[in-house]
């Protein structure tokens, strides 16, 4: 079970001080957060994709190449990485490259994005959304497995005998995920490929989310890469945290009422009562966080916004620390009742045993078998 965090990017007003930071400095705090991610023992730092203010975020790779510098095994991914308007070459040529500098330290989850205008400034039509998902994607799949690609598709043009450098490290791709709140497709997308689907949960109620999470699941089944429940699930989820309850709730109050996303709507109370927004003392994140294992069943990635809403970079860097003094507890409650076959969030290196295991296995189904239209074998003696 991997825990993390994971930022939209954003650059918001502080409601209590009326401070906005810059852009320059947004940029510094988030390395400076992930940095710490790492010291409070956390797995995973992600980062979003967008083109427009108030985020500043329009080149993950960058952000997550100069991260990857500076630390030792935190696991870099995004959320998300924009499927639809980016080229699946330049994702596949970015990727790889970023994995090559990281040392495999690199996974990435694929989105359509939630902003209307990205469409026409990178040329495609929103109404395509789904259909631009779904193609992207087939080609940087083959893209990042095939040496050699030859491919038509209806969004962009033709390729002939195009080979993405570098190579992916080892041979082995990124891991995926597909990320999605509301989308039945990209469940499906996510299963066909077995790859994996994460779903950001921090608007929707539970039920929501154990709706969606259920269709993956019984569709990767149907394709054939396992049980149900061996497919690989991630959720977003979101806490302001004090050793006060009460404290927590005046604290987090006034950013929560002028949060661009959900200010001047339901009151916290209401908020917190109908999603998985945790605002209290660290035991009630902890008990509620480990109770989204009875809603969706064990999964793999959990990953927490904690850098939103114009909370300073100081009340975020708190807020990994108490996160820091309660995960032993919460990969304990993950753990607690957990079968031994349940797989763990793949990693370049499991990724790379796993391929291992598999060409040995073929290796060995294979060897000494005839043609039957020849009788050779393909066996090589010594």
Do not use: C
């Amino acid at each position: 079970m991997q825990f993390g965090i994971f930022s939209v990017s954003d650059i918001t007003t502080d409601p209590t001080t009326g401070a906005t930071p810059s852009e320059g400095q947004r940029i510094k705090d988030i390395v400076t957060i992930a940095k710490h991610a790492e010291g409070v023992g956390l797995d995973v730092f992600a980062i979003g994709e967008h083109h427009n203010p108030p985020f500043f975020s329009s080149s993950p790779t960058t952000t997550l190449a100069y991260i990857a510098a500076q630390t030792e095994r935190l696991q870099l991914s995004t959320a998300t990485t924009l499927i639809t308007t980016n080229d699946p070459v330049k994702i596949a040529e970015d990727f790889a490259m970023l994995q090559h500098l990281a040392g495999g330290r690199v996974d990435l989850m694929m989105g359509r994005g939630n902003t209307g205008p990205v469409y026409p400034w990178f040329g495609k039509d929103i109404r395509q959304g789904i259909n631009l998902a779904l193609e992207n994607y087939n080609l940087l799949h083959r893209l990042w497995r095939e040496d050699v690609v030859d491919w038509t598709g209806k969004f962009r043009t033709p390729l002939q005998g195009f080979t993405s450098t570098p190579r992916p490290l080892d041979d082995v791709p990124p891991f995926v995920w597909h990320g999605s709140i509301r989308s039945p497709e990209i469940a499906e997308q996510a299963a066909y490929y077995g790859d994996g689907f994460f779903h950001n949960n921090i608007f929707w109620t539970m039920d929501h989310t154990q709706q969606m999470v259920n269709l993956y699941r019984q569709r990767y089944e149907h394709y054939g890469h396992g049980t149900a429940e061996h497919a690989i699930v991630g959720l977003g989820g979101q806490f302001f945290m004090r050793k006060n309850s009460q404290d927590a709730v005046r604290e987090f109050r006034p950013y929560f009422d002028n949060a661009p996303v959900y200010g001047h709507g339901p009151s916290l109370e209401e908020f917190t009562s109908m999603t998985p927004l945790t605002v209290g003392s660290p035991q009630q994140v902890l008990e509620r966080t480990v109770d989204f294992k009875n809603h969706v069943g064990h999964y793999q990635r959990q990953l927490f916004l904690i850098d939103h809403a114009g909370l300073p970079t100081k009340t975020v860097l708190e807020q990994l620390d108490l996160l820091g003094e309660i995960l032993p507890a919460m990969k304990a409650g993950f753990a607690e009742g957990r079968p031994a076959d349940i797989p763990e969030a793949p990693t370049h290196a499991s990724l790379v045993a796993q391929g291992a295991e598999v060409a040995e296995a073929a290796q060995q189904r294979f060897a000494g078998a005839q043609d039957v239209w020849t009788g050779t074998s393909d066996r090589t003696e010594a």
